[in-house]
């Protein structure tokens, strides 16, 4: 199980599938640190991962 995690707030948990997984959560606007976990069948939890960064940003730019 892979856990996604913002600002020490679980926003997302998956089942990898032979080492795979997406997420498809929907992220405010702005910039979003994350970090992952990943858990093993007999309930061991890993480290985070290193944080990430990605910004959001929904605004339009202005017109030429």
Known sequence: ???LIKGGTT???KTATDGT???TENL???E???TVTATDA???ESAA???ITIEID???PEAP
């Open 42 to 44: 007999a309930g061991n």
């Open 49 to 51: 991962s290193s944080a």
């Open 11 to 13: 926003v997302g948990v």
């Open 1 to 3: 199980t892979v856990t």
């Open 28 to 30: 405010p606007e702005g």
């Open 58 to 60: 929904t605004t339009a």
């Open 21 to 23: 997984f997406t997420f």
């Open 32 to 34: 979003n640190e994350l």
